[in-house]
């Protein structure tokens, strides 16, 4: 299982660092597209979404993306200089606020899902599910690819760490169980060793860059975090519909969803975050 797992881990990170690094935009934003699709699908499954309810819970979920596709490619290929800087002020400001009603979902409907178990099984919640869990993910991590790329190598590296950090620890220190109700494979000594691998990758960076140790400890902390708490509500959804995997595309891991779960609360509220620090900082200068 383990050789398959690294394997499979090779492959999709092969693909990704492919499309990541080449010149052409173009590549990388298909990539997310495809993605995106794929994690609608599984999703969809793990709610049982049928019929009517389910073209509803389409519509929701791409829309949103495919109007943010629409206008980037009329900006990059249409528009003169003037009008592409309005464009990426409206697409900013569109992330943002898709960033916020990501925030409001993590932080308030999804702990009183997992506290009293309703809202994710009402057909009226459900078929916006797409458009909470995976639509900002989507939107956010394009959005910065085409800002500046390099910054998303950040959280990314945080997430592959806290997830290679806490399977390692938990499966040779592991006692504890972190949510035993909801995913008993998930540890506290496990968790541990996901916040202590971003621990030290963030002072790796701040003596390479020469940046606030504090603040990149502060983020390495928040989105260790935050790709637990996006991995255990994922288990909880996928314990409601009595499923192990959200699919298997994936030999070893399962679906993408397995793999990505951690990105769809960290990514749109990191970049929450950042915007909002960049602005106090902004604020300041004046």
């Keep these: 299982m383990l050789k398959k797992r690294i394997l499979s881990a090779i492959v999709l990170l092969s693909i990704f660092l492919a499309s990541f690094f080449l010149q052409n935009p173009t590549y990388f934003l298909l990539l997310v597209f495809i ?22 819970y389409w519509i929701f979920s791409a829309a949103p993306i495919i109007f943010f596709y629409f206008i980037v490619i009329v900006n990059i290929n249409f528009l003169d200089e003037s009008n592409q800087y309005l464009i990426k002020v409206f697409l900013t400001n569109f992330s943002i606020i898709i960033s916020f009603i990501s925030a409001i979902f993590w932080l308030i409907i999804v702990p009183l899902d997992i506290l009293y178990g309703k809202i994710s099984s009402n057909i009226k919640f459900q078929i916006f599910y797409g458009y909470f ?15 500046n790329k390099n910054l998303l190598l ?17 499966k040779n220190f592991g006692k504890n169980k972190l949510a035993k109700n909801i995913s008993p494979g998930k540890t506290i000594e496990g968790a541990v060793g996901g916040f202590l691998a971003n621990i030290l ?16 400890f502060f983020f390495a902390v928040l989105v260790t975090a935050l790709s ?20 298997v595309i994936i030999p070893g891991h399962g679906g993408l969803l397995d793999r990505l779960d951690s990105f769809c609360p960290t990514l749109p509220l990191s970049y929450l975050l950042f915007m909002a620090l960049n602005t106090y900082l902004t604020l300041q200068l004046i």
């Design 133 to 147: 869990l995976v639509t900002p993910m989507a939107i956010v991590t394009s959005l910065v690819f085409l800002q």
């Design 154 to 170: 950040i959280p990314f590296m945080m997430i592959w760490l806290a997830d290679i950090g806490a399977y390692f620890v938990g």
């Design 35 to 56: 993605v995106s699709g794929i994690l609608f699908y599984e999703l969809g499954k793990i709610l049982k979404l049928k019929g009517l309810s389910l073209i509803i």
């Design 228 to 247: 637990i708490f996006g991995d255990i509500y994922q288990s909880f959804l996928k314990r409601r519909a009595k499923i192990k995997d959200s699919g």
């Design 201 to 216: 990758f963030a002072f790796v960076l701040s003596q390479l860059y020469v940046e606030d140790f504090g603040f990149l």
